[in-house]
């Protein structure tokens, strides 16, 4: 082990013996007592020295028999540490590309505050490489999306849609306006392998459209048409469902913007568990969204440009953090975001009785650990509030808790 200090989080003395890794409060931590010895010491721990060599300087500036060692254990423990040779062999195989490494650095620094094991961020990233993501749409919110996972490593993400690009589809980041007039999906797919950091591996012939292929870690739905973003039909996710495949949600309808359910089958609310509950709730949804989807399709529907990029952004990153092994939001509420106030809100989905998808009967669900990919979660107050809004950073508070009872007690504590 190469010890390393996270770098992602910048140091500071709160007094003359307690030093604050981190800014903010989602990620900050004070550890104390630290004596200057020891705090100038923290400074080898940059991941250039092995753990002989950090006990050699040790004992050169006079620290007692295994005061390194313990150091070290529980910067460790505390998740402050990483390991510049750590990883395993994945991580290796990224190590001997540093063209690619370079351009990621960011998101690895990113991984070591969401991260607790040393060696894990690289990884985490590195098992980005491996991943398959179909992203279903490719307008503005899907083509965006997709070059995103893509730039974050993602190893392959696959962009499906039909027809050409219209020069309303062009964003920044996404279809560019020379790509107007070609088929929409190998635009798409230009896009993506443009955003790639390294490129992408040689595929198998694609499955057609609409058929689940239990190859993906993720699905991301991100359809064009805004009835389908409001009203998510059921039958578009069978496929999904009945492969176990993980499914995200995005789009844009009308003035508001909407991130997710990710729906993890059998476990959390999916389409079908939303359509109920919005029969339960009005007996006229049916027909409404008869009438919605048997309208007259509109030449140009609303979509404001920086609503479909922040929709892209925010459900690439749910999306990430479900395969980094997280537990983001996403799972089990829509995210919405509507103009011109901008205030984010989460809606619960959950899971219906009536749903044929199973995850009513899989009964109420533990609040999961941190770094557990279940995806459970319980319901919590919010559920009585649809209208309030959850704060982002509630939700950070709320992992911060969870991963602080992990931390041990003693001089450790967390910054709040
Ligand atoms: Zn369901």
């Not at 974050?152 to 039909?162: C, H, L, S």
């Amino acid at each position: 082990m190469h010890p390393m200090v996270k770098p992602a989080l910048r140091r500071g003395w709160r007094d003359l013996n307690t030093v604050q890794f981190g800014m903010t409060p989602a990620h900050a931590l004070t550890l104390g007592p630290v004596d200057t010895a020891t705090g100038s010491f923290l400074d080898l721990l940059d991941g250039t020295r092995g753990l002989g060599l950090l006990r050699e300087e040790g004992r050169r500036m006079d620290f007692s028999e295994g005061h390194v060692d313990r150091l070290v254990r529980r910067l460790s423990r505390a998740g402050l540490l990483d390991d510049s040779r750590g990883g395993g062999p994945d991580a290796d195989a990224l190590r001997e590309k540093p063209g690619v490494l370079d351009r990621l650095r960011p998101d690895l620094a990113s991984l070591g505050l969401t991260t607790s094991e040393p060696g894990e961020p690289l990884g985490r990233l590195a098992a980005r490489r491996s991943m398959r993501v179909q992203v279903r749409g490719a307008g503005r919110v899907g083509a965006a999306l997709a070059a995103l996972l893509a730039g974050a490593g993602v190893g392959d993400v696959d962009v499906r849609d039909v027809g050409r690009v219209e020069p309303w589809d062009v964003v920044p980041g996404g279809l560019p306006v020379d790509s107007v007039g070609d088929r929409r999906d190998e635009a798409a797919r230009r896009v993506v392998r443009r955003a790639t950091p390294e490129p992408p591996p040689r595929r198998p012939a694609r499955p057609p459209l609409g058929e689940a292929d239990p190859g993906f870690s993720l699905v991301v739905l991100a359809p064009r048409d805004d009835v389908a973003v409001h009203a998510p039909d059921p039958a578009a996710a069978e496929a999904l469902l009945s492969s176990g495949t993980a499914h995200l949600y995005a789009g844009v309808v009308e003035g508001t913007g909407v991130v997710g359910p990710l729906v993890l089958p059998g476990r959390t609310g999916c389409a079908g568990c939303l359509q109920q509950d919005r029969i339960d709730r009005d007996p006229a949804w049916p027909r409404l969204v008869t009438q919605w989807r048997s309208g007259r399709q509109r030449r140009v529907g609303a979509c404001d440009l920086t609503l479909a990029t922040t929709v892209a952004g925010l459900a690439a990153a749910h999306a990430l953090a479900f395969l980094d092994g997280r537990s983001p939001t996403g799972a089990g509420a829509r995210w919405e975001v509507s103009l011109p106030a901008l205030h984010w809100h989460a809606r619960p989905v959950r899971p219906h009785a009536a749903c044929p998808c199973g995850a009513a009967e899989a009964g109420p669900v533990a609040e999961p650990r941190e770094g557990e990919n279940k995806g459970k979660r319980k319901h919590t107050s919010e559920d009585r509030r649809p209208h309030e809004t959850m704060a982002v950073h509630g939700s950070s508070k709320q992992w911060r808790r969870q991963a602080d009872t992990e931390r041990p007690a003693g001089t450790w504590r967390a910054h709040v």
